[in-house]
């Protein structure tokens, strides 16, 4: 853990030395495009992509130092790992192909060359793993630390396009995997910060593999959209869970006019994840619902396809769809029904 990496004068190269066409061509230099669709990448005004008679799908994050991420605990690989993957996550939840991503960058003169290559590392490896091309971008200034911003740009027949909208009422709910890990990872890597400022002391992070993964390298469910094919189950409405779960359900409920029941015992929790809230005092269930940055697939399906999912370990149904006026409801171990709270984290209260 470390404050201010890259800054040693022997092995650091400062951005000026390099200026900002030259970093463009080093950064050029190291990409190959793979799909078909992407025509021109970087190296004219602009990228020219062809959609292929399909529809296409455009989404952006932006990821500020400070706010969405923190260089003591991030290292700049799987943080541009990271950036990639939460855009990708987006793309799949609308059931199409990401194809092309362009990365705008806003840098600090704290940053030298050689984090820029590392960032762009972290950015092509995850490119790579999802084949998906890096076609352009922006690079400017900024004093402020950090500023990455991605679009990623996507590819679906119009007919399989899946909306947060479309949910019917006696639909049931599913996730994918399992929830509240990023969360409890986040807490840890909170807690070892704190101790190294105030000791020095090296992080201890054992035991805390998977919920650490979860939080700094997290995956897009790619594959999750290759199984529901193979399943041949259609969800009628689909959503990332980027903020929280209990947020993103209600985002499906409201989208779609329909209320939504979850059910407690039902929701996905690693061992890991389980046990770190307990170690913090914290409700493992509250983690689960509230926690965020899962980017686990979240999505409605008709009652029929019951069959077709039952007992798969890569999903779970945690609850159903209703009529609008019974409203967004938990229901607890004991039957106890609750309102569904959505205390995702809002970027600017919490962070901010
Ligand atoms: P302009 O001034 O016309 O916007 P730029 O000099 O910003 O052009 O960009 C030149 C080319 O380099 C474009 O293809 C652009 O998409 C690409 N590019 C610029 N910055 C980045 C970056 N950080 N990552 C990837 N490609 C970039
Ligand atoms: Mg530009």
């Known amino acids: 853990m470390t404050d201010s990496?890259?800054?040693?004068?022997?092995?650091?190269?400062?951005?000026?030395?390099?200026?900002?066409?030259?970093?463009?061509?080093?950064?050029?230099?190291?990409?190959q495009l793979q799909q078909a669709s992407s025509v021109k990448g970087i190296g004219d005004d602009a990228a020219v992509i062809d959609p292929q008679g399909m529809h296409q799908v455009v989404t952006t994050d932006?990821?500020?130092?400070?706010?969405?991420f923190d260089l003591a605990y991030s290292p700049l690989m799987h943080l541009g790992y990271k950036a990639i993957v939460v855009n990708l996550s987006d793309v799949y939840a609308m059931n199409a192909e990401p194809r092309q991503v362009t990365v705008a960058l806003g840098l600090s003169n704290r940053f030298p060359v050689e984090a820029v290559d590392e960032l762009y590392a972290g950015m092509l490896l995850a490119c790579g793993n999802y084949g998906v091309d890096l076609v352009g971008g922006d690079t400017?200034?900024?004093?402020?630390?950090?500023?990455?911003?991605?679009?990623?740009?996507?590819?679906?027949?119009?007919?399989?396009i899946i909306y947060r909208s479309g949910a019917g009422s006696s639909d049931l709910l599913v996730v994918s995997g399992?929830?509240?890990?990023?969360?409890?990872?986040l807490q840890v890597l909170e807690?070892?910060?704190?101790?190294?400022?105030?000791?020095?002391?090296?992080?201890?992070?054992v035991g805390h593999d998977y919920i650490i993964e979860r939080q700094l390298k997290p995956e897009a469910r790619k594959d999750i959209i290759a199984l529901l094919h193979?399943?041949?189950?259609?969800?009628?409405?689909?959503?990332?869970i980027s903020d929280g779960l209990a947020s993103e359900a209600m985002h499906l409920a409201r989208a779609?006019?329909?209320?939504?029941?979850?059910?407690?015992?039902?929701?996905?929790?690693?061992?890991?994840?389980?046990?770190?809230?307990?170690?913090?005092?914290?409700?493992?269930?509250?983690?689960?619902?509230?926690?965020?940055?899962?980017?686990?697939?979240?999505?409605?399906i008709a009652?029929?396809?019951?069959?077709?999912?039952?007992?798969?370990?890569?999903?779970?149904?945690?609850?159903?769809?209703?009529?609008?006026?019974?409203?967004?409801?938990?229901?607890?171990?004991?039957?106890?029904?609750?309102?569904?709270?959505?205390?995702?984290?809002?970027?600017?209260?919490?962070?901010?």
């Open 5 to 31: 990496p890259f800054q040693d004068p022997d092995t650091r190269t400062e951005l000026s030395a390099l200026g900002e066409f030259g970093l463009i061509t080093r950064i050029a230099e190291r990409i």
């Open 62 to 68: 932006m990821l500020v130092e400070g706010i969405h």
């Open 140 to 160: 400017t200034a900024s004093r402020s630390g950090l500023i990455i911003s991605i679009t990623a740009i996507g590819a679906v027949k119009r007919e399989d």
């Open 178 to 185: 399992d929830l509240g890990g990023a969360y409890m990872g």
């Open 191 to 205: 807690r070892e910060k704190a101790v190294f400022k105030e000791t020095g002391a090296q992080p201890d992070l």
């Open 230 to 240: 193979t399943l041949d189950v259609r969800p009628t409405s689909m959503i990332d």
């Open 256 to 300: 779609s006019g329909v209320g939504v029941r979850i059910h407690d015992d039902k929701l996905p929790i690693d061992p890991t994840t389980y046990s770190t809230a307990r170690d913090f005092n914290l409700d493992p269930s509250t983690c689960a619902l509230n926690g965020g940055e899962d980017y686990e697939l979240l999505f409605t």
């Open 303 to 352: 009652q029929a396809d019951y069959v077709k999912v039952k007992g798969n370990p890569s999903i779970t149904v945690i609850g159903h769809m209703t009529d609008p006026d019974r409203g967004f409801t938990l229901v607890d171990k004991n039957g106890g029904e609750h309102p569904l709270q959505a205390q995702g984290w809002d970027a600017l209260l919490k962070r901010g």
